[in-house]
């Protein structure tokens, strides 16, 4: 059975870099999907803001392009993320799902909340 | 850039059908997926490509699609069926709607 697991400090402090990995269980990162991250502000809707495929491509959201990296450790099997300078509009759930035929998501984390705060 | 357009919210008695639209430019030409989110929880895939149920999802969810819509219709509604959905596609990059209420009375 496929899992994935979000991990990282839940606070961050405004103009500082926010980082979470996602560990993968019953699966391989090495396998041909697109590995992705989902947030979600508390009260709003779902934001694709990017993914990795399993040779190191990489696809972002273009609002968060500068600020955004996405990397695989395949000898951990897990993704993580990075956002730097956040701001208030940063801090939501993040989610990490595993993106399969027709860029589908079955599989999620369970999410991980993000506060952005002094 | 392409958006999908939902209602914000839907109302369904107990037992009746609802729909939720999701609504974009040419949309038949997309693979469209709906997921369900209940409060804390991360989204479940209930639709995908159109109207592919997954396994576990009961046959009372079915998705459909025209020209600029793709619709979910969920039968004989249940309390357990309140929640936010949310269709998605693929177009250059993942886009999701924006995710519509739904409320069982």
């Known amino acids: 059975q496929v899992k994935l697991q979000e991990s990282g400090p839940g606070l961050v402090k405004p103009s500082e870099t926010l980082s979470l990995t996602c560990g993968v269980s019953g699966d391989s990162i090495s396998n041909t999907y697109w590995w992705t991250w989902v947030r979600q502000p508390p009260g709003k809707g779902l934001e694709w803001i990017g993914e990795i495929f399993h040779n190191g491509a990489t696809n972002y959201t273009p609002s968060l392009k500068s600020r955004l990296a996405i990397s695989l450790d395949k000898t951990k099997n897990q993704f993580s993320l990075t956002l730097t300078s956040v701001t208030a509009s940063d801090a939501a759930v993040y989610y990490c799902a595993r993106g399969g035929s027709n860029w589908r998501f079955e599989y999620w984390g369970q999410g991980a909340l993000v506060t952005v705060s002094s | 850039s392409y958006d999908l357009t939902q209602p914000v919210s839907v109302s369904v008695a107990l037992g009746q059908a609802a729909t939720i639209t999701c609504g974009a430019d040419k949309i038949i030409t997309k693979n469209v997926h709906w997921y369900q989110q209940k409060p804390g929880q991360a989204p479940v895939l209930v639709i995908y490509?159109?109207?592919n149920r997954p396994s576990g999802i009961p046959d009372r969810f079915s998705g459909s699609k025209s020209w600029s819509a793709a619709t979910l219709t969920i039968n004989r509604v249940q309390a357990a069926d309140e929640a936010d959905y949310y269709c998605q596609v693929w177009d250059s990059h993942v886009i999701f709607g924006g995710g519509t209420k739904l409320t069982v009375l």
């Open positions: 490509r159109d109207n």
